[in-house]
């Protein structure tokens, strides 16, 4: 299910919150808890039915993992290892084994059919949360909680298909905590304005600017300088507003049920370097990289020479979790490289805008590989920003933003100044990408809401802002993060 529908804002999430407040008042708790994990499992499988049980049987597997090393504390060691093999063997056969197999055919000559396994929606998600959780259970360092916790901490719907990647200990004791069982009002309206402003992250900024790229990347051969600079600053904004707006939600809807959600962007595109952008960017998968992958291998503590491997190795993995293929791979290699680098050298004095802009062109390159479905299509994009001729597609891609806002102005200009239509177009496009400029030099929803200034100006925008996304959701797509 989707956030921006219908199905979610009109009933699905109205249903869940009256239902947990009202059990919850008549002193029901468990009946609560376990009625919230079996709207979150509704939420997860009306996508795909078949989904339940992959999301089901992690759970079970994991949990189970968590209970041998109750009953046999002495065999933490070996059942910690079983639990993190299979977590990995899940994720690599539903994600990585026909990457695995095209590669054994290229490399050894081979030809063995591709499975072309269908991705389970969420499953880096759910399968790195839990992950954290069976090596902290190895370490001692959590302790086994009962199923319906458990399965609350897994599958609580704001968090489940894309994040943020939440620890046990951010979640399970919220659950435990009766005071969290009650309405509260102001954690409510911070909620629905953190939620709106997402919604309107997603649907008015990030779908806008898909149909331009999207239809850019199809017709990628045409692309020159301009148009493959545009195209990829375009993108940059696409990929920030639409899994920003999506943890946004996550939070204000986590919000709502009174429950804290961790933050996953602090305005990354504000950062002077590459080390900074990552401590901004997706915050909890770089915590789980540093926590469950950097520090295990030695971290800094074993040399100059040891740190930058490590470091590698962390963005290496990144990139893979990013997406099985090379392009993603090759992404990882170059953000690890532009850390390694910003963590040698120290921002000159003086030349704070020289910084952001070499970080933040650095980072636009790097996007060259995200956004491509192959590493044929990076060279052809590539080709493109190094041939100068002309910029007339700007002009098309402008038009790529067929959306209904502008519809009697196209039929206007069409009408009585069909010359100016590609202007017009082209204007819309341009001020779009100014109003992105202008958002992310200011406050984000998390900073808006936690000074809870709610003037009369404030409740007309953010009305607003919901009407214009709610008429806009027959034309909405699904969350870009979901492909991952």
């Given amino acids: ?65 968590s209970l041998g090393l109750e ?21 690599f056969y539903y994600k ?48 086994h909680y009962g199923l319906v916790d458990y399965l609350s901490f897994v599958t609580f719907f704001p968090q489940l298909i894309a994040g943020p990647i939440v620890l046990h200990t951010e979640l399970i004791p919220q659950f435990q905590d009766k005071e969290k069982r009650k309405f509260n009002l102001d954690n409510f309206t911070d909620g629905c304005v953190q939620s709106i402003l997402g919604l309107g992250k997603k649907i008015l900024i ?22 493959t600079i545009i195209f990829i600053l375009a993108y940059a904004f696409e990929l920030y507003f639409d899994f920003s707006g999506y943890c946004d939600i996550a939070m204000g809807v986590g919000k709502m049920f009174n429950f804290t959600i961790p933050a996953n962007f602090d305005s990354p595109y504000r950062s ?58 090759a992404w990882g290699f170059l953000n690890g490289l532009g850390v390694i680098f910003s963590s040698r050298k120290k921002e000159a004095s003086g030349h704070k805008f020289l910084s952001w ?13 995200f956004r491509s479905e192959s590493m044929q299509d990076v060279g052809i994009i590539l080709k493109g920003l190094f041939n100068p001729v002309g910029i007339k597609f700007i002009y098309d891609m402008a038009q790529y933003m067929d959306i209904p806002e502008l519809y009697v102005f196209r039929q206007a200009f069409q009408l009585f100044l069909p010359e100016y239509q590609g202007m017009v177009y082209l204007v819309a496009f341009l001020l779009l990408m100014l109003l992105c400029i202008i958002l992310l030099r200011g406050k984000n929803p998390e900073q808006f809401v936690k000074e809870g200034k709610y003037t009369k ?23 870009l993060y979901f492909n991952f």
């Fill in 272 to 329: 002077r370097s590459m080390k900074e952008f990552w401590n901004r960017w997706h915050i909890t998968l770089s915590r789980f990289f540093i926590t469950y992958v950097y520090i295990p291998l030695g971290g800094s503590k074993k040399g100059e020479k040891r740190k930058l491997i490590n470091t590698m190795i962390v963005f290496l993995l990144s990139g893979l979790w990013h997406g099985a293929s090379w392009n993603y791979v």
């Fill in 96 to 143: 990585y084994f026909d990457f695995f197999l095209e590669n054994i055919n290229f490399l050894f000559k081979k030809d063995f059919p591709l499975f072309h396994i269908l991705l389970p929606l969420g499953i880096s998600f759910f399968t790195f949360q839990q992950l954290s959780y069976v090596v902290d259970r190895m370490k001692g360092e959590a302790p």
């Fill in 357 to 369: 802009l070499g970080c933040f062109s650095y980072f636009l390159f790097t996007l060259i590989f």
């Fill in 457 to 479: 100006k404030t409740v007309v925008a953010l009305s607003v802002i919901f009407i214009w996304s709610v008429i806009s959701l027959s034309g909405v797509s699904t969350f």
């Fill in 206 to 227: 990030a779908d806008t600017l898909g149909l331009v790229v999207n239809q850019t990347y199809f017709n990628r051969y045409y692309l020159t300088t301009w148009s």
């Fill in 71 to 91: 009953k046999f504390p002495r065999a933490r060691k070996p059942i910690g290892i079983f639990g993190i093999a299979g977590n990995l063997a899940i994720l």
């Fill in 1 to 65: 299910m989707l956030f921006n529908s219908y199905l979610f804002i009109f009933i699905f999430l109205p249903i869940s919150l009256l239902v947990w407040f009202f059990l919850n008042n008549m002193g029901k708790n468990k009946a609560a808890q376990v009625f919230l994990v079996a709207m979150s499992i509704w939420f997860y499988a009306y996508f795909n039915y078949s989904y339940i049980w992959i999301i089901l049987g992690s759970c079970i597997f994991n949990f189970g993992c």
